[in-house]
């Protein structure tokens, strides 16, 4: 009848004002550090001008401005001198009170978030075994990066799938529908979870049904869902290795796991390769294409990559994935993220940059610049897709999900505090309370606000168990909210145990304390203990957390053989225990990494 229509505004549900007493909560934290640098920055001039930052370098526009000069991504200064290249004084007498370096008292030390960079410290090259040194010397620089450049690509063929049919890809047509949805809910139930780039609902409502129609042709909505059965392999794999009931198996009441009639599907090596190599032969022909199910492609490839090992491949594609966020960035006029597209937008930007600041500061790659957009992208609000009135089923999923939400924002607001901690605390001068006492104790100040703001349903004690859990995503969301707050513990504290390796008598007991504090939260943490890695196909960042250990392990040992005693006895009790764990994860993960492989070796010097 040509008429408009009205509709009432719909009442907040009480999920969305608890999302929304999260998301304040977590908005208050980003901005508690701004009174305090005023006031800093207003009591200590500066010993010198500044040079201008470049783009590359600008602190995040959601962080506050840093004290002092931030340090840059890669190991060349543009204030000061690098770690590695640290001038070297003929050794003198060890004692505790001075050490062996002699450094321009005038210059900032601008030190790597890079846990690879802890081998090139000059204390390592003077107190590590002389075995170890020779080894690091004669590898390049960057010997990760080069080994994993030199790795041979994926296979393109699959015997066992591809001899199946005449014709090369045939074999998808032929698949029974109950195969997709199986693999397809193996990955909702454990990788979506976690890394949250996709709608469910949308994708079972709409995605499936499109690649079916289109018989697997040439379009994203192939792609994506060939990219998901491939990730549903691992997950698949992640369930046995946990000995978890599948989805479709815990209606049944099954209890354990037990292999599907179409388990042969996740044989290949490395899994899900047959589905991942047909989603990559279909997007060569879309690679140009910018819109947002293009940048879900390549995170969720990015996803595909890091779990399989692949450091360098996965670092290519959050590469490709930033631009695709970027380039919708620059040319929309206004996004509205009150919106489902536009809450969907603001997923796949929060996970692309988490993803992609641990693997560029890990293997000093370049940051695509989509940090610097940090300000203008909120985080997401997991809102529902305009679909049809969920059955109460559908509600109890819904609500199972939001848990993992609230996990998934409180790790974006926890990668925000990381980067601030790295732009605070790892520019510092050689002199007492440097870096800043008030700064660090506002760090300390910030993690604890952040852990104690945790919903409720997420609030974790320092004895929790994590092997007590009913899926394999719970196991790894409860490992990685608990590591992270230690991780974040650990790198307030290594600055300082820096500065007592090299310049102790700049060091105080204060500086002293630190450096001990920041060991201990380096200890035990979940993920890469117990069920976490056993169920290796399911964790997520796995060369992050390798590289982690990498350097734990060589400030552990140099602590333990440092000349000054007063550094010696800060070693937390049990740290032998903890390097024999961290070991096992290292030397498992290089069975599928050469990057890794050498890192235990080197390791195995020691």
Known sequence: MNLECGYKEPKPTKRDQSMTVAINAIRRLETKIEDLTTAVNAAIPPARPLRKQSPAIAPSLTSPLPVGPTPPMNNLSLHGTSVPDLPLSPPTVDTPTRGPFVFDPSARINLSFSQHGVALWPAMQ????????????????????????????????IDHLIHQQQIPGAWLGSLPLSILKGLADAYFAVFHRLTPTLDKHNFFANNIGLAIDNRFG???????????????????????????????????????????????????????????????????????????QYGQFYMLSTLYYAQILRPLDSWSMVHRAAFCCVSIL?????????????????????????YESIIAQELDLPLSGLQEYESHVPLPRFLDCPTPTLSSAGT????????????????????????????????????????????????????????????????????????????????????????????????????????????????????????????KGGMYWPTVMGLCTAMKSALPIKFGWSSQCFGQVLLLHAV?????????????????????????????????SPGIARDAELLRLL
């Not at 590590?128 to 990760?144: G, N, Q, T």
């Not at 099954?254 to 996740?266: A, E, K, L, N, S």
């Not at 929309?332 to 009150?338: L, P, V």
């Not at 053989?561 to 961290?582: A, C, F, T, Y």
Request: proline letters at 7%.
């Open 126 to 157: 003077e107190i590590l075994s002389p075995r170890f040194v020779s080894s690091r010397k004669a590898l390049p620089k960057d010997y990760i990066f080069e080994m994993e450049s030199q790795r041979p690509p994926l296979p393109v063929d």
């Open 218 to 292: 040439y379009d994203i909505e192939t792609c994506l869902l060939l990219v998901v059965l491939a990730l549903g392999c691992l997950a698949v794999k992640a369930h046995e290795e946990g000995t978890f009931p599948l989805p479709s198996q815990e209606t049944d009441g099954t209890t354990g796991f037990v292999r599907p009639d179409w388990y042969d599907m996740v044989l290949e090596d490395p899994s899900g390769l047959g589905f991942f190599n047909e989603a990559r032969k279909r997007f060569g022909f879309l690679m140009c294409q910018n819109d947002i």
């Open 560 to 592: 333990a053989h440092s000349p000054n005693p007063m550094l010696q006895k800060r070693l937390p009790e049990g740290w032998e225990d903890w390097v024999q764990i961290m070991m096992h994860l290292i030397e498992s993960c290089g069975l599928e």
């Open 330 to 354: 620059k040319r929309a006029g206004t996004i509205d993220f009150e919106e489902w597209e536009g809450d969907m937008f603001s997923r796949l930007f929060w996970n692309t940059l988490m």
């Open 396 to 519: 109890i999923v819904r609500e199972d999900d939001t848990l993992f939400h609230f996990h998934f924002l409180a790790q974006a607001s926890h990668r925000i505090l990381l980067t601030r901690i790295r732009h605070n605390l790892y520019s510092f001068m050689v002199k007492s309370d440097s870096p800043t006492p008030i700064i660090t104790a506002e760090m300390h100040h910030q993690l604890e606000e952040w852990r104690t703001n945790l919903p409720s349903s997420i609030q974790f004690s320092d004895d929790d168990s994590v092997d007590t859990s009913p899926s394999p995503a719970h196991v790894i969301a409860k490992a990685m909210l608990r590591s992270r707050y230690l991780v974040a513990k650990f790198h307030i504290g290594r600055p300082f145990l820096y500065k007592a390796l090299h310049f102790p008598e700049h060091t105080t007991g204060n500086e002293y304390q630190e450096a001990h504090e920041g060991l």
